[in-house]
């Protein structure tokens, strides 16, 4: 077990290691040439980079950088063995020593450069190519773009190109978690960290594909606390994967039998029942996605490491702000901390005076369309973020007044439980036809279940 | 992460509570160990979602909102049959068979039992209704075995359209359906003096070893999946794919002459279950039944002087033919036989599957026969 090394070392070099394998194993097989290869590699491009600038300058000496690359490289040969074996099918079956040259190059070079190039701070233009990078991966026009130029390089058809070409494993998260590091380096607030300490934290691997984000502070801080409890982080980790297994395996994927998608869309015509596979999607996405963190939990407290939760009982909150600080919290942190509380902060203090509901109108709708492009450069993750953007608006400008006028009016208990009750009910049907426009591909099918919701279908 | 969030493993992980609930949920799985085989029973079709028109039966479980599953009381649970009241003045009729019988490609209400029940409504005096339980398996036995459990809805008519694919010895008990309901078949044997080669029963243990929980826990989890799958039927109606397109069955043919490894007369005689039709007026008792030769795609296309179709070698088929009519004919039972009815270009992606029109050149020939050989019999 992992977890129960004693010596932080050891501990951190073979974490290093499975991230490693784990990042270049489980990158799936796509139609391009050796992308299979290319995607992990450019993360670990991305990574080293991030690194050379976020690191101290002073402590830094060229061996704390050459060991880590060799393990790289090691590990890259080993795989291309065992795929000679069987082992990993077809993994590096048809990889040429070339790109692993082309690979060991680009990183030297940009290593290089980033080196010997001025000590002025890099990290807001780094973070500008990570955000490019995600931009063009999320807009299903420039992947399709990016799918053309690739196949045009491997000399594939150009015709049987699709934005689904570029299938990039994990970059969503890991992006996150560079720019998190390269602006708490901009603030001064990161502590001290090596490469390979570094690229456990970025690639880790159960929080690789779908969270939680954590924050580098604490993540190093978990990964340095000794195990005192070895027997019962066994017997805890069992039961977050169980508890996740059972709600990814059986519940969500019997939910996904009867939730809304854009092939049942238009087959639905009555009422009833499209609120029932609307319902069905709102928990189908929470049993999923909770039960991957579940079992993300679970996988680090197995590694010794104690990762944040994503999750705490959204559908049973009162009001939209409360459901977004229990609905993929890690996420809401981010975008808090990195964009809504400077972008507040800009207006407030800037030279224009903005009006206080301005403010709140601009902030909670930007930063709700932002969480939308996240998930995809496409209008309905637009409509969706306006959804929920405009309805913490409205929450926070007047449901807010108005509930409280209404407590105040009823004290009783049962009232109260009543009011609590109406609330959730609420809170919870808007949450669920905000998905409407998450999980349909148009603007189209989107009005036509929102009609046949309210009976004009 | 504040200190007051860290996680506290001593708070979290108690283990007596944990052996408690283990302990307890092992003591429910022995408890209902003994109860899952007949859970098949409780179904929601019929009470919150609506009976299914045909018996389960489907791949694509997430497209075709259907599953394929071999418990027959699950299967009969989720039908509409199992939900309607046999009414005084209803006459009723259960069509079984094969696919052709089922409907694939053909929605529930393009299907010959649906066209038989729009175009009769009334015979001896009582409002007729017809049900679907054809189920796509090519196996006389198969069709036995699920007009044993249909008996129990009374049926007043059995329609059973047939096809020499489903005779051959090798093809009555070698489908999943019969192979998960052996128990089942030797009962009815017992009961029945049924003519039905199951081979060895298994013993006590090989029993135990394919019906415990672990074993059968893809049955169970198709149960619960069955309900689910209940809620999309009744919001869409949809019980099977309809891709747009698909492969047509095959009108250019091998030069093949065999059929199921059979060369000669004698070879294919001696090898086909016509016990079944016995075994199945065994079980239907003194209820009327009207045997269908299905019909067949006949061919034009290459190699068409050999063969009707992709089944059948010419030869095989017309032996089958006179055999089955003889041996109809020697025990005086309702026959027809439509083998050619229905012209070449109504079949879809087999040589016994019909496009809607073909369906209704079919039915049509179906209920004229009820009319004046059932209906005003008497």
Same mark, same amino acid.
């Given at each position: 077990?992992?977890?129960?090394?004693?010596?932080?070392?050891?501990?951190?070099?073979?974490?290093?290691?499975?991230?490693?394998?784990?990042?270049?194993?489980?990158?799936?097989?796509?139609?391009?040439?050796?992308?299979?290869?290319?995607?992990?590699?450019?993360?670990?491009?991305?990574?080293? @980079?991030?690194?050379?600038?976020?690191?101290?300058?002073?402590?830094?000496?060229?061996?704390?950088?050459?060991?880590?690359?060799?393990?790289?490289?090691?590990?890259?040969?080993?795989?291309?063995?065992?795929?000679?074996?069987?082992?990993?099918?077809?993994?590096?079956?048809?990889?040429?020593?070339?790109?692993?040259?082309?690979?060991?190059?680009?990183?030297?070079?940009?290593?290089?450069?980033?080196?010997?190039?001025?000590?002025?701070?890099?990290?807001?233009?780094?973070?500008?190519?990570?955000?490019?990078?995600?931009?063009?991966?999320?807009?299903?026009?420039?992947?399709?773009?990016?799918?053309?130029?690739?196949?045009?390089?491997?000399?594939?058809?150009?015709?049987?190109?699709?934005?689904?070409?570029?299938?990039?494993?994990?970059?969503?998260?890991? !992006?996150?978690?560079?720019?998190?590091?390269?602006?708490?380096?901009?603030?001064?607030?990161?502590?001290?960290?090596?490469? @390979?300490?570094?690229?456990?934290?970025?690639?880790?691997?159960?929080?690789?594909?779908?969270?939680?984000?954590?924050?580098?502070?604490?993540?190093?801080?978990?990964?340095?606390?000794?195990?005192?409890?070895?027997?019962?982080?066994?017997?805890?980790?069992?039961?977050?994967?169980?508890?996740?297994?059972?709600?990814?395996?059986?519940?969500?994927?019997?939910?996904?039998?009867?939730?809304?998608?854009?092939?049942?869309?238009?087959?639905?015509?009555?009422?009833?029942?499209?609120?029932?596979?609307?319902?069905?999607?709102?928990?189908?996405?929470?049993?999923?996605?909770?039960?991957?963190?579940?079992?993300?939990?679970?996988?680090?407290?197995?590694?010794?490491?104690?990762?944040?939760?994503?999750?705490?009982?959204?559908?049973?909150?009162?009001?939209?702000?409360?459901?977004?600080?229990?609905?993929?919290?890690?996420?809401?942190?981010?975008?808090?901390?990195?964009?809504?509380?400077?972008?507040?902060?800009?207006?407030?203090?800037?030279?224009?005076?903005?009006?206080?509901?301005?403010?709140?109108?601009?902030?909670?709708?930007?930063?709700?369309?932002?969480?939308?492009?996240?998930?995809?450069?496409?209008?309905?993750?637009?409509?969706?973020?306006?959804?929920?953007?405009?309805?913490?608006?409205?929450?926070?400008?007047?449901?807010?007044?108005?509930?409280?006028?209404?407590?105040?009016?009823?004290?009783?208990?049962?009232?109260?439980?009543?009011?609590?009750?109406?609330?959730?009910?609420?809170?919870?049907?808007?949450?669920?036809?905000?998905?409407?426009?998450?999980?349909?591909?148009?603007?189209?099918?989107?009005?036509?279940?929102?009609? @046949?919701?309210?009976?004009?279908? | 992460?504040?200190?007051?969030?860290?996680?506290?493993?001593?708070?979290?992980?108690?283990?007596?509570?944990?052996?408690?609930?283990?302990?307890?949920?092992?003591?429910?799985?022995?408890?209902?160990?003994?109860?899952?085989?007949?859970?098949?029973?409780?179904?929601?079709?019929?009470?919150?979602?609506?009976?299914?028109?045909?018996?389960?039966?489907?791949?694509?479980?997430?497209?075709?909102?259907?599953?394929?599953?071999?418990?027959?009381?699950?299967?009969? !649970?989720?039908?509409?049959?199992?939900?309607?009241?046999?009414?005084?003045?209803?006459?009723?009729?259960?069509?079984?068979?094969?696919?052709?019988?089922?409907?694939?490609?053909?929605?529930?209400?393009?299907?010959?039992?649906?066209?038989?029940?729009?175009?009769?409504?009334?015979?001896?005096?009582?409002?007729?209704?017809?049900?679907?339980?054809?189920?796509?398996?090519?196996?006389?036995?198969?069709?036995?075995?699920?007009?044993?459990?249909?008996?129990?809805?009374?049926?007043?008519?059995?329609?059973?359209?047939?096809?020499?694919?489903?005779?051959?010895?090798?093809?009555?008990?070698?489908?999943?359906?019969?192979?998960?309901?052996?128990?089942?078949?030797?009962?009815?044997?017992?009961?029945?003096?049924?003519?039905?080669?199951?081979?060895?029963?298994?013993?006590?243990?090989?029993?135990?070893?394919?019906?415990?929980?672990?074993?059968?826990?893809?049955?169970?989890?198709?149960?619960?999946?069955?309900?689910?799958?209940?809620?999309?039927?009744?919001?869409?109606?949809?019980?099977? @794919?309809?891709?747009?397109?698909?492969?047509?069955?095959?009108?250019?043919?091998?030069?093949?002459?065999?059929?199921?490894?059979?060369?000669? !007369?004698?070879?294919?005689?001696?090898?086909?279950?016509?016990?079944?039709?016995?075994?199945?007026?065994?079980?239907?008792?003194?209820?009327?039944?009207?045997?269908?030769?299905?019909?067949?795609?006949?061919?034009?296309?290459?190699?068409?002087?050999?063969?009707?179709?992709?089944?059948?070698?010419?030869?095989?088929?017309?032996?089958?033919?006179?055999?089955?009519?003889?041996?109809?004919?020697?025990?005086?039972?309702?026959?027809?036989?439509?083998?050619?009815?229905?012209?070449?270009?109504?079949?879809?992606?087999?040589?016994?599957?019909?496009?809607?029109?073909?369906?209704?050149?079919?039915?049509?020939?179906?209920?004229?026969?009820?009319?004046?050989?059932?209906?005003?019999?008497?």
């Amino acid at each position: 077990m992992v977890g129960s090394i004693k010596k932080p070392s050891y501990k951190k070099n073979l974490i290093f290691f499975l991230n490693l394998v784990v990042l270049l194993v489980l990158q799936p097989n796509l139609p391009i040439r050796n992308l299979r290869f290319w995607l992990p590699s450019v993360i670990i491009i991305i990574t080293i @980079v991030s690194w050379i600038i976020i690191r101290d300058k002073v402590r830094f000496n060229t061996l704390s950088i050459v060991k880590p690359i060799s393990a790289i490289a090691a590990t890259y040969l080993l795989l291309i063995i065992v795929t000679k074996f069987g082992i990993f099918n077809n993994l590096y079956n048809q990889l040429k020593i070339i790109n692993l040259l082309i690979f060991f190059g680009i990183l030297f070079l940009l290593i290089t450069l980033n080196l010997i190039t001025a000590n002025g701070s890099r990290a807001n233009y780094w973070i500008f190519v990570i955000i490019i990078l995600f931009v063009f991966l999320k807009t299903p026009q420039l992947s399709l773009m990016i799918s053309k130029g690739l196949r045009t390089i491997t000399d594939q058809s150009v015709e049987l190109a699709t934005h689904l070409d570029i299938s990039w494993l994990g970059f969503s998260y890991i !992006a996150f978690r560079l720019i998190h590091t390269l602006r708490e380096h901009e603030k001064g607030a990161l502590p001290d960290v090596d490469l @390979v300490e570094y690229f456990n934290y970025v690639t880790f691997f159960p929080t690789m594909v779908a969270g939680p984000i954590d924050r580098f502070d604490h993540f190093q801080k978990s990964f340095q606390n000794p195990d005192n409890h070895h027997n019962m982080r066994i017997i805890y980790s069992g039961q977050r994967i169980s508890i996740g297994l059972f709600k990814k395996f059986v519940v969500a994927d019997l939910l996904s039998l009867i939730a809304l998608n854009e092939v049942n869309a238009s087959q639905i015509h009555s009422s009833i029942w499209m609120w029932i596979s609307v319902y069905a999607y709102a928990f189908l996405i929470f049993f999923d996605f909770s039960g991957y963190t579940d079992i993300a939990i679970g996988m680090a407290c197995l590694l010794g490491i104690e990762i944040p939760e994503n999750f705490s009982h959204p559908y049973a909150k009162k009001n939209l702000t409360l459901f977004w600080n229990s609905w993929h919290m890690t996420l809401t942190q981010f975008f808090r901390t990195y964009y809504f509380n400077p972008l507040a902060r800009y207006l407030r203090t800037g030279k224009r005076k903005w009006s206080v509901w301005l403010i709140i109108l601009t902030t909670q709708i930007s930063t709700m369309v932002l969480i939308g492009f996240w998930h995809g450069i496409i209008i309905n993750f637009v409509l969706w973020g306006l959804w929920h953007g405009i309805g913490l608006f409205i929450q926070n400008r007047w449901s807010n007044s108005l509930g409280a006028s209404i407590e105040k009016k009823f004290t009783s208990k049962l009232s109260n439980l009543l009011i609590n009750g109406v609330n959730i009910f609420l809170t919870f049907n808007f949450v669920s036809v905000g998905w409407v426009f998450f999980v349909l591909p148009n603007v189209q099918s989107s009005i036509s279940v929102l009609k @046949v919701l309210v009976g004009a279908g | 992460m504040d200190d007051k969030n860290k996680l506290d493993l001593k708070e979290q992980v108690n283990i007596l509570k944990m052996a408690f609930k283990v302990i307890i949920l092992l003591v429910i799985i022995i408890a209902i160990s003994p109860l899952v085989n007949s859970l098949g029973k409780a179904s929601l079709y019929n009470l919150i979602f609506n009976g299914r028109l045909r018996l389960p039966f489907g791949e694509n479980s997430s497209l075709s909102y259907n599953l394929t599953l071999n418990n027959l009381d699950a299967m009969f !649970a989720s039908h509409i049959i199992n939900g309607q009241e046999k009414r005084d003045d209803e006459y009723r009729i259960i069509v079984i068979g094969d696919s052709s019988t089922w409907g694939i490609l053909l929605h529930p209400d393009q299907t010959l039992p649906a066209l038989i029940d729009k175009g009769l409504s009334l015979c001896q005096g009582k409002s007729v209704k017809v049900f679907n339980l054809g189920y796509p398996t090519l196996s006389l036995t198969k069709d036995v075995l699920i007009m044993a459990f249909a008996m129990e809805y009374e049926p007043d008519l059995v329609i059973w359209p047939l096809t020499l694919e489903s005779f051959p010895l090798d093809k009555q008990t070698s489908n999943p359906l019969i192979e998960n309901n052996m128990d089942r078949i030797r009962s009815l044997n017992k009961k029945f003096g049924l003519i039905t080669d199951l081979g060895e029963p298994p013993t006590n243990l090989e029993r135990y070893l394919k019906n415990n929980l672990i074993s059968k826990r893809k049955e169970y989890a198709d149960l619960i999946r069955l309900q689910f799958l209940g809620a999309m039927w009744s919001a869409t109606g949809i019980d099977q @794919v309809y891709p747009g397109e698909y492969s047509k069955a095959k009108n250019d043919l091998d030069d093949s002459m065999e059929f199921h490894g059979f060369n000669s !007369a004698n070879d294919l005689e001696n090898n086909l279950a016509f016990y079944a039709i016995d075994n199945m007026k065994k079980i239907i008792g003194s209820t009327p039944i009207i045997i269908i030769n299905e019909p067949i795609l006949v061919s034009d296309g290459l190699n068409h002087e050999i063969r009707y179709n992709f089944y059948y070698p010419i030869w095989a088929y017309d032996l089958y033919q006179t055999n089955l009519k003889t041996y109809l004919d020697e025990r005086g039972w309702n026959f027809l036989d439509l083998w050619d009815i229905v012209p070449r270009n109504e079949f879809t992606n087999s040589a016994i599957h019909l496009s809607p029109t073909g369906e209704t050149i079919y039915s049509n020939e179906v209920i004229n026969y009820i009319q004046e050989s059932i209906c005003y019999e008497k």
